[in-house]
């Protein structure tokens, strides 16, 4: 389940890469050569492309904590990194304390 989900957030962060890339740096419309003249069309495009942009950036972002939900679960059955330091501690020799 976690490698299904890691690559359908691989996919959205390319489609996402994509997405900001096609948009004007004005935040306008599609970069590809859209002239002035026809501002409606440019504007109905920019807005629609931004949406998109929207919704793909939510869905990676709802992916990428799927992601991060179910590994935590994963890592629960293990030992935490301090509890493992305090095992690997114990099985030194102790320095003994002067009085």
Do not use: H, Y
Request: glycine fraction near 6%; include cysteine.
């Amino acid at each position: 389940m976690e490698s299904v989900l890691i690559l359908i957030n691989i996919i959205l962060a390319v489609i996402l890469i994509i997405s900001v890339l096609l948009q004007r740096s004005e935040g306008g419309a599609l970069g590809l050569g859209v002239s002035q003249d026809n501002f409606t069309s440019a504007r109905t495009v920019g807005t629609f492309l931004t949406k998109f942009t929207s919704i793909i950036a939510a869905l990676f972002i709802i992916c990428s904590i799927a992601i991060v939900s179910i590994s935590r679960d994963e890592l629960r059955e293990t030992q935490s990194v301090l509890e493992k330091q305090e095992e690997e501690n114990s099985n030194l020799p102790q320095i003994p304390q002067s009085k």
